[in-house]
Every structure is written in C-alpha cells, then in structure tokens.
Nanobody
C-alpha cells in the first residue's frame, strides 16, 4: 500500500533551518508529482508550499516561500525533500507530503520561535 512518511520537523529559532524528508513507498515514485502542504494552527484549510514534477524539471513555490525553501527529490531513494532556510514564526505549522494521486503523509510539526 502507499505510504508517505515525513521526518525532520522540530523546533528552531527565527532564522534557523530545517530539512524535511518524505519517504515514499507502494507506488512508482518517479511517475508522480509531489507536493508539500502545511496546516497552520487555527487557520482553515491547508496551504500549498511547493510542488515538483516527477523528474524534478518543473517546480512551483508559493509566494510566501520567498526563495527561502527548496523542494527536491531523489527518485533513486523514493524520497522527497524540503529544505527550509531563514524560518520565521509564521512558518510554524504541520507540514505534509502529498502525492499527485492523492495520498498524504501523517505530517511533521515545525515550530519556529522568535
């Protein structure tokens, strides 16, 4: 069955960095675009953070990323990444790895303190 397992979340101070990973299994990883979403506490709905197509040649970032985040993938390792730099308190959220065919990971918490 399809599994998406995120890791790498944690607590950092403003200006800090984290790298999230998402280990995928149960499907042909390279055949699907992958996304990172985030759920901010108290906010209705989830925001798309970034998206990458199957071979990594096409990438989209939300405006709020402001060149601070980098999405990447290693198809040989079936793993998706999100490198987050210069983190701000407003980036505090649960971050989810999502496949283009609709599967979600369990999420990983990111907390940024000022």
């Amino acid at each position: 069955q399809v599994q998406l397992v995120e890791s790498g979340g944690g607590s950092v101070h403003s200006g800090g960095s984290l790298t999230l990973s998402c280990a995928a299994s149960g499907f042909t990883f390279s055949g699907y675009a992958m996304m990172w979403y985030r759920q901010i506490p108290g906010k209705i709905g989830r925001d798309t953070v970034a998206r990458i197509n199957g071979d990594g040649s096409n990438i989209y970032y939300a405006d709020f990323v402001k060149s601070r985040f980098v999405i990447s993938r290693d198809n040989a390792k079936n793993t998706l990444y999100l490198q987050m730099n210069n983190l701000e308190p407003d980036d505090s959220a649960i971050y989810y790895c999502v496949s283009a065919h609709g599967y979600w990971g369990q999420g990983t918490q990111v907390t940024v303190s000022s």
